[in-house]
């Protein structure tokens, strides 16, 4: 009967929302390349290449998900050479992503839609002979139609939030259900897995793995020559003071330009990189920028001539290039945790060994804010006053700031080797 409720009313709420969908996918720009595969149309070429060799179905959802995907890829490939891989991702700035950085031997698809229809072709089309979810996407009908098939289905990187655990709880007849299909469910910390615990999976098949995200922060030294290169290109002195502002989230971008205005006023060196977590805010983010008077470069407009007068701001307009300028930054404020909630990735600036400062709200890393904070790798700030406060200090002190950074970088590298954990309880 649950399943009945479930599969008459997902429709029901699909359409509903289906307008915001639609806007948001005609905002971001990308989403209509492939639009097909989102009800399980396979090109012929796509469907010939699937149906080449068996392979493991992996799924993320969005960017942050799939660099997980790609080194758990690469870490079960290492073990597993022979092994064939589909993965689906759900947005166009993680297929973005995984389009650069996919092997050949593999395929990438849109997931498609959670129907029993539909998912029943798209297993027929993959034949898989695993199924590795990331993260957190529990969609009912996709693991239980694979689990009928007789296909193992694996979470990898578990985590879940507070606001995510209590309306999971609304639904625990249903999520039981779910999550009893999975096994093994990989989770970041004791905090996830009491969770999925308390949303019905069995306790048996909760695994504390700790969070690969560790293994996941790579650096790419050709990338971080080139935005070595533009920074020097622009005239931004190698004595300049950097300041980053790393996945910023609506408002934190105004906050930043006001504290950089009031910080140059005493610190003439200081220089400001702005990117945001989402690019089809460029427009809201110039705006900013115009209204406190700040002069800016666009990152996608720079072209092969020499730039003119130093401006104050660097704005990556640009997909997939953050974790490049993490490296030329010297500060480095992670977005979503001033006037959001949730939080971003503060491993990838701890792994280039910055000085980290984030907000009170990282609500989405709780198997990994108490490990920085245990070993005073990063500045965490309950408000703006916080922040200033805290840009002010390490602004003014080069030895705390390389300290601060060290912290950071020494975090990342004792947390690694928990991706080849996960593939050998996998195995």
């Known amino acids: 009967m649950l399943w009945i409720i479930y599969n008459l009313l997902f429709p029901i709420v699909f359409l509903f929302m289906l307008p915001k969908f639609l806007t948001r996918m005609m905002r971001r720009g990308g989403y209509f390349q492939h639009f097909e595969q989102r009800v399980g149309h396979f090109g012929t070429n796509t469907k010939a290449k699937l149906r080449e060799h068996r392979r493991v179905w992996v799924h993320a959802v969005s960017v942050g998900e799939i660099y997980v995907a790609l080194r758990f890829i690469k870490a079960y490939r290492e073990q597993h050479p022979d092994t064939y891989f589909a993965l689906s991702t759900t947005t166009s700035t993680g297929h973005a992503i995984a389009r650069k950085e996919i092997d050949p031997r593999d395929v990438l698809f849109y997931f498609p839609v959670d129907l029993p229809i539909i998912i029943r072709k798209v297993l027929r089309i993959i034949d898989p002979v695993r199924l590795i979810l990331v993260e957190g996407e529990f969609w009912p009908n996709l693991i239980r139609l694979a689990d009928k098939q007789g296909i193992p289905v694996s979470l990898i990187n578990g985590r879940m939030s507070e606001r995510s655990y209590k309306g999971y709880r609304k639904l625990k007849s249903l999520t039981a259900d779910v999550l009893r299909r999975i096994d093994p469910i990989c989770v970041q910390g004791d905090v996830d897995a009491g969770r999925m615990i308390g949303i019905g999976a069995p306790a048996g098949h909760v695994h504390v793995m700790g969070t690969v995200k560790f293994d996941v922060a790579e650096r790419n030294a050709e990338g971080e020559k080139t935005a070595e290169e533009l920074m020097r290109k622009i005239g931004v002195s190698g004595n300049a003071v950097v300041l980053l502002g790393g996945s910023t989230w609506p408002g934190e971008e105004a906050v930043l330009c006001d504290l950089y205005k009031k910080l140059k006023a005493e610190n003439p060196n200081i220089f400001l990189v702005i990117v945001p977590r989402h690019v089809e805010r460029a427009a809201e983010v110039i705006q900013c920028m115009e209204e406190r008077n700040l002069t800016f470069l666009r990152r996608s407009q720079?072209?092969?001539?020499?730039?003119?007068?130093?401006?104050?701001?660097?704005?990556?307009?640009?997909?997939?290039?953050?974790?490049?300028?993490?490296?030329?930054?010297?500060?480095?404020?992670?977005?979503?945790?001033l006037l959001e909630h949730g939080g971003q990735n503060p491993i990838e600036p701890a792994m280039c060994g910055k000085a980290i400062v984030v907000g009170s709200n990282m609500e989405n890393f709780p198997a990994v804010m108490p490990v920085f904070l245990a070993n005073e790798a990063l500045v965490q700030v309950a408000d703006t006053a916080g922040l200033e406060s805290a840009m002010a200090h390490l602004l003014s002190n080069e030895a705390a700031r390389a300290a601060l950074g060290?912290?950071?970088?020494?975090?990342?590298?004792?947390?690694?080797?928990?991706?080849?954990?996960?593939?050998?309880?996998l195995d």
């Open 302 to 337: 720079l072209g092969d001539s020499p730039a003119g007068e130093v401006p104050d701001v660097l704005f990556i307009d640009t997909t997939g290039e953050l974790r490049n300028f993490y490296s030329v930054a010297d500060i480095i404020f992670v977005g979503k945790s």
């Open 406 to 425: 060290s912290r950071a970088a020494q975090v990342v590298e004792a947390n690694r080797g928990m991706i080849q954990k996960t593939v050998q309880l």
